[in-house]
Structure formats: structure tokens, C-alpha cells
């Protein structure tokens, strides 16, 4: 399946994971079903979808940070490009900047960002990088939230559980990666990606992500509490998700003029 | 209520009581402020002027903060070593409304160098949106459009040079306006038209506090040979208009520009060279940007019509120019990012300009061009940031370099270590002239 981007998304993209479809009864599906569902479950359900989430950053020695932030995704098109627009609260030193990425889904085509510093009235654009790099200093990577292609990984069914099936992933081009393999299991009956676990090149398992907790909303499985734990550091974020709305009816907010000035159904 | 605009006069026993309790105030929430953190529970911590606003629906938020620093070569012209020194608490009022939203902020400091307390009104707005297809904004407001990475060409809104050289917050670069800012959307082009009634100008450099080279004297001014400024503060008359006709396409962001009013910072004298003025200048410009390989690559270009001179040969007048920019960013590392850009300003009827000079006088370039990297590496999970930005011109042959260590210890406490650094070969070009106001400073910050 899955590509863990799809996984945390889900979690990240709050929740907007959802089932893709009852579970078959009967036959196991094959891998690249089974990915491909988990992929559109992440990303892809209802035409939209928004909530506020709360992040808590906790170090190995115990010192915590927050994050609070809305966040609003809206598909240009099943399975292919998305905009998200982040409006932040906490802490104070990022209070309403506003964050927008257009997502593009095609191989090899980098998303385009924008951040807007409110106290000085600036639009910078903002380089894509390096997408295993740290969300918002959180343990969730920015390809957490932005996704990362099905295509980067090879994807094998290894195991098939009463609960899960566990789908091993293995990058394609190992040398932009920090792990030599992933492996998600994902929930049967809904598709939800239940826990990823991330292998070093050593073949050490140095991360996991769960889903802690799983609600139906407006009909849609969604996971409303998601745990990273960062196994080498000892750090580990905690994300809540909460006011989560899907098919809301969002516009065309995704553009200079809302970045400045966010309309009252990102801010609120 | 413009912190360059103060004289000294000002300072008063008043102020020095300001300044103490500022201080003290300020040491005081700095050390309370881990005491604060709840490990298990980050929550805004009780705060009854924040629940005195929020009974009238009203966001409270700011910062306390103390800065110092010092100069690092001796300055003949300057008799103070301290370059900054303060103590401030900004405040920070947004109540949204249904109609609309109204912005206060506001700094309150005391500053040991001027030896004076300071109300710097920096926002008093408020926003409407009365249709799909316009925005209004009026009051005191920052502003910023144009591409440049801390080089402008087609932002002509007030830029604080005083705070940038001496290593208060880059916040504080831009200067508010006092102005109407309109802008239209349409699917074809969007237009922001800003008017200011009240020509607002930079915060320049006039000698106090830092030195420059004053080609009058023929010598660095300090604190004792301050700019004489001829002022335009004809409301209505000495106003400026600003407007940006931009849209996107596929994501390149294409930007047309326009500005009637005065040189922001002064560029003429009086025919007596007793005082400094503000000449008119018109700028018309463009600029695009977008993705381009794995960075993001930014063109502009201005053509600033010095209405006054338009003929070059008045030596009293800043000639007309030219000026491009050319930039590009892109990560290089996992949180590295480097950034760099290429300045040229091309003064244009320079053979009249020669031909003008008062005789001794060092005669500029008819091209200045300037480098600028800026380097940015985010360790400790983003939390401590060391940045270096760097101008270098090779025409001038001057540097400005502004390294800067900015570690978060919580979400609410901030230090900050950092420097501006100018040296060259030529007493009186661009940066160079600076060269004896170089200063290292360090800052604490507590937000809430």
C-alpha cells in the first residue's frame, strides 16, 4: 500500500482517511488493490474536508511543545491534485501565518508552497525540499502531510491477519530515503492504515506511526488521534484531531488573496 | 509617533522611570517563564488581560522582550558604544467581526540609547470584504509586495533602515503606512491600489545612534552633524500612490507595478545644501516568480523616473535609474536552504551626472552591482536556527554580513544572538560607510 505518506496523511490530513469501501468479504485482494484503496481513503474522500488539529511534541527528557493549527484540504480531482491551506494558532511566534501548498500528484512534479508572515505583510514562496524533513519541528515529516507517490514504492502483501492485512513497502530509489522499508497495517474492514513501522538501513525498527483513535464522521472513518514515536530520539508527537468536517463546500480560497487574509471558515 | 523622527529632547526623567519598569518588567517574564511550562499540558497559561479582551470577544497576544548591543570599532562621531538597548512589550488586539476585523498592535519600549521611552504604533486597521470581488483595508498598516529578498524595487512602502543596521527583529524592517489599501479580483487580474495621503518615509539613517557618510561635509556624520531634513507633510498634497497588477499562471506569479511619490529615503538637497529633501520619483516595474529545476527562481525590474532631475545634470537631485534583480532559492540539504541574488542599479544620464559634480566629490559608479547568499540551517528538531545573510558588491567593493543564532527554548521563550557586520575599501560606499557602526547584539523574547 502504502506509502506511509498516505498513512500519516491520513492521520495528518486528519482523518480524511476513510474507508474506501467495506471489506471484502471472502477473497483477499491484491496488494495493489489494497494500496490503492488505502491510497484513496487517505486522500481522496468527500470533495473536502477540514480540521483543527493539536500537536504535542514531547522530548526524550519530557519537555513538551505545541502546535495548533486548522487545516483545510480540498481535491482538485479524485486520486490527482489537492490544495491544502494551514492557518496556525500556537504557539505565539507563528500565530496566523498561513501556510498553502497546491499538491501536484504527477511523478516527479514538485507541490508548490506558500508561507504569509503576517507582521511583516509577506508572501514568501517557499522552496520544495527535501519532503522527509520535520512538519512544523513535529515528528511527522512534511511527506507525512503532503503525501508521497504510490509509485515510490514497491509494495508486497506479507501478511494477512484476522484484523489486518500487512503490507510491506520498499523504496525504489533507497538513496533519498532514511529507512530501508516500511510496513502498514491496514484495517480490513475500513482500509484505515492502523500502524506503520519504519526500518532503518540496518533493518532496525526506528518509527512508528499509529492510529489511536478511530471515529465515524458525517460516515467516514476517520482517525481523530494519531501517535509518532521517533524510537532513536525518544521523542514522540501526539496529534488530535478535532471540528472535522467533510464536503463543507469549500472555494477557491487557495490563492494570494486568501493567504493574506484567511476567510472566517479556515480561521474559525 | 516615527522613532527617527525624535529628538533627543524627548529623554526626561519620565522616560528613564519608563525605561527602568520596562526593564524590570521584562526581566521579570523572562524568568518566570520556564516556571510556566506545564510538561503534560500545554494550555495558555491564565491571563486577565487576555479575559478582560476575550469578554470583549477580543484576541490578546505580544511578546516581551530585551535587546542589547554594541558597537565593536570605535566610532569618533558617536559617543555612546551602545547601539541598542531596550525593553519592550508589544501588544497585539484583533477582533473578528462579521462585518469585518479591526487590528491594533502596538510597542511599547524603553531605550537606553536615545534615553527615551517610545509608543510605536505599528498596526491601527481595519479590513473589510465587502464583496467577492474586493478587499478594503484602512489605518496604519505594513506592507510588503515585490520579490526581493531584502532588496526592494518595486516596495516602496517605509522600510526602518535604523532597526534592520542595528539588530532589532527583521519585523521591524517594515515601517507602517498610514494608508487605504484596495485591492480588486477577477479571474483575468487581480489589483491592489494603496494610497497614502501622507507621504510616509523610511526610517533613515540621520546620524544619531549610527553614522554615514555625508557627501556635504565630505566626511562620516554622527550624533553631532544630523541630517537637516526638508519634510513633506502636505496631507493630500505630498501623498503617494502605489499599485500592483498581478495574476498567476500555471503558478508563475507575474506582478506589474506603478508608484507616484517621493524618494523614500533623502536623495536631494536644498539649492542652499543646508537641508536634505525628499525628491519626486515615479517607479514603474515588474517582476515574475515561480518554480524553476528544484528552487524557486524570481526576476523584478524598476525604472525609478527621478521627476525632479529628469535631465541628470542637477547635482543636488538623485539621478534616474534602472535597476534589476535576478534570485533563486532551493533547499540543499534536509533544512538547509541557501538563497541567492543578483542586484544591479544602473544610473541612467550618467555623463550628465559627471558632468555635474562638485569638484573633490567621490563620484559613484554608473553601475552598482550587489550579491547577496543567505544560508539558513534549522538543527534541534527546527527549534535553533543559524542564518547568515551577506550583501557583497563587487563595484563598490563593500560587504554587509548579518550571521544571526535564533534558538526557541519553549514555545514561548526565544534567544537570539546575532551581528552586522560592514566593512570595505571606500569610505563612503554603500554599506562601507557603515563600517564603524558595526555591532553585535543578543535578545531575549517571551511571547504570549
Redesign the interface.
Known amino acids: 500500500m502504502f506509502h506511509q505518506v498516505s498513512l500519516s496523511m491520513l492521520s495528518i490530513s486528519l482523518g480524511w482517511a476513510l474507508a474506501a469501501g467495506a471489506a471484502q468479504g471472502g477473497d483477499t485482494p491484491d496488494v495493489q488493490t489494497i494500496v490503492n484503496k488505502a491510497n484513496v481513503a487517505a486522500y481522496y474522500q468527500g470533495d473536502d474536508g477540514k480540521a483543527t488539529v493539536h500537536m504535542v511534541i514531547t522530548s526524550k527528557q519530557g519537555q513538551t511543545r505545541e502546535r495548533l493549527f486548522n487545516i483545510v484540504r480540498k481535491d482538485v480531482q479524485d486520486g490527482g491534485d489537492q490544495k491544502y491551506f494551514v492557518y496556525f494558532q500556537r504557539p505565539a511566534d507563528v500565530r496566523r501565518m498561513s501556510y498553502m501548498v497546491h499538491k501536484h500528484a504527477g511523478a516527479g512534479k514538485d507541490d508548490d508552497r506558500w508561507l504569509y508572515l503576517p507582521s511583516l505583510d509577506l508572501v514568501k514562496r517557499i522552496a520544495a525540499g527535501d519532503k522527509r524533513t520535520s512538519f512544523v519541528g513535529s515528528d511527522f515529516l512534511y511527506e507525512d502531510v503532503s503525501g508521497r507517490s504510490l509509485d515510490e514504492d514497491t509494495h508486497e502483501l506479507v501478511e494477512t491477519t484476522d484484523a489486518f492485512y500487512v503490507v510491506k513497502n520498499v523504496p525504489k530509489r533507497p538513496e533519498t530515503v532514511e529507512f530501508s522499508y516500511y510496513t502498514v497495517s491496514i484495517d480490513r474492514k475500513n482500509f484505515i492504515p492502523m500502524k506503520m513501522e519504519f526500518y532503518d538501513k540496518e533493518g532496525r525498527l526506528y518509527r512508528t506511526i499509529e492510529s489511536k483513535k478511530v471515529e465515524e464522521i458525517q460516515g467516514f472513518p476517520t482517525v481523530t488521534l494519531s501517535l509518532v514515536q521517533d524510537l532513536k530520539s525518544g521523542s514522540k508527537t501526539e496529534m488530535t484531531f478535532s471540528n472535522v468536517k467533510y464536503n463543507i463546500g469549500i472555494g477557491d480560497i487557495f490563492e494570494e488573496r486568501y493567504l493574506r487574509k484567511p476567510p472566517q471558515e479556515v480561521t474559525r | 509617533m516615527r522613532v527617527a523622527d525624535r529628538k533627543r529632547s524627548q529623554k526626561s526623567a519620565f522616560g528613564m522611570g519608563v525605561v527602568g519598569a520596562a526593564v524590570l518588567f521584562s526581566a521579570v517574564f523572562a524568568s518566570l517563564a520556564p516556571a510556566q511550562?506545564e510538561?503534560?499540558e500545554?494550555q495558555?497559561e491564565k491571563n486577565p488581560v487576555r479575559e478582560f479582551f476575550e469578554k470583549l470577544d477580543t484576541e490578546y497576544?505580544g511578546?516581551y522582550e530585551t535587546r542589547i548591543g554594541t558597537r565593536l570599532l570605535d566610532d569618533p562621531y558617536q559617543s555612546k558604544d551602545l547601539t541598542i538597548g531596550e525593553a519592550r512589550y508589544q501588544f497585539d488586539l484583533?477582533s473578528?467581526r462579521d462585518w469585518g476585523d479591526v487590528k491594533v498592535k502596538g510597542d511599547v519600549y524603553g531605550d537606553f540609547v536615545e534615553e527615551q521611552a517610545v509608543f510605536d504604533l505599528r498596526e491601527a486597521n481595519i479590513?473589510l470584504?465587502p464583496t467577492d470581488a474586493m478587499?478594503l483595508k484602512f489605518g496604519r498598516?505594513?506592507?510588503?509586495?515585490g520579490t526581493g529578498d531584502l532588496i526592494f524595487i518595486n516596495d516602496l512602502f517605509p522600510k526602518d533602515w535604523v532597526s534592520f543596521f542595528i539588530g532589532r527583529d527583521?519585523?521591524y524592517?517594515?515601517a507602517p503606512s498610514d494608508a487605504v489599501k484596495v485591492?480588486l479580483?477577477s479571474d483575468a487580474v487581480?489589483l491592489d491600489v494603496v494610497y497614502t495621503p501622507e507621504f510616509d518615509s523610511d526610517r533613515y539613517i540621520t546620524g544619531e545612534r549610527l553614522s554615514y557618510y555625508n557627501p556635504i561635509l565630505g566626511r562620516r556624520a554622527g550624533e553631532d552633524d544630523e541630517l537637516d531634513i526638508s519634510r513633506r507633510r502636505e496631507f493630500f498634497e505630498e501623498d503617494e500612490t502605489a499599485i500592483r497588477l498581478?495574476r498567476?499562471i500555471s503558478?508563475y506569479?507575474l506582478a506589474l507595478y506603478g508608484y507616484w511619490g517621493y524618494w523614500k529615503s533623502p536623495a536631494g538637497f536644498t539649492p542652499t545644501l543646508t537641508r536634505a529633501t525628499f525628491p519626486e520619483l515615479y517607479v514603474y516595474g515588474a517582476s515574475i516568480?515561480?518554480?524553476l529545476g528544484?528552487?524557486?527562481a524570481?526576476a523584478e525590474i524598476g525604472y525609478y523616473d527621478s521627476v525632479d532631475d529628469r535631465s541628470g545634470d542637477d547635482p543636488l537631485i538623485a539621478n534616474a535609474e534602472m535597476r534589476y534583480l535576478v534570485g533563486y532559492?532551493?533547499?540543499v540539504?534536509?533544512?538547509f536552504?541557501a538563497g541567492v541574488q543578483y542586484y544591479v542599479e544602473q544610473m541612467l544620464d550618467y555623463g550628465d551626472y559627471q558632468g555635474s559634480l562638485f569638484p573633490g566629490s567621490p563620484s559613484r559608479d554608473e553601475f552598482r552591482h550587489v550579491t547577496s547568499l543567505r544560508l539558513t540551517q534549522l538543527l534541534m528538531?527546527?527549534?535553533l536556527m543559524l542564518s547568515l545573510f551577506t550583501y557583497y558588491s563587487p563595484t563598490d567593493e563593500d560587504v554587509y554580513a548579518r550571521p544571526l543564532v535564533n534558538y526557541?527554548a519553549?514555545?514561548?521563550l526565544?534567544y537570539e544572538v546575532g551581528a552586522n557586520v560592514f566593512f570595505g575599501d571606500e569610505r563612503h560606499t554603500f554599506f562601507n560607510q557603515f563600517h564603524d557602526d558595526t555591532n553585535i547584539y543578543m535578545g531575549v523574547r517571551y511571547?504570549?
Open positions: 511550562e510538561p503534560n500545554p495558555e497576544h511578546f484583533l473578528t479590513f470584504r478587499d498598516q505594513v506592507l510588503t509586495w527583521t519585523e524592517l517594515k485591492s479580483f487581480n498581478y498567476n503558478n506569479e516568480r515561480g518554480t528544484k528552487g524557486i524570481n532559492t532551493q533547499e540539504a534536509r533544512d536552504t528538531n527546527q527549534n526557541k519553549s514555545d514561548r526565544m511571547s504570549f
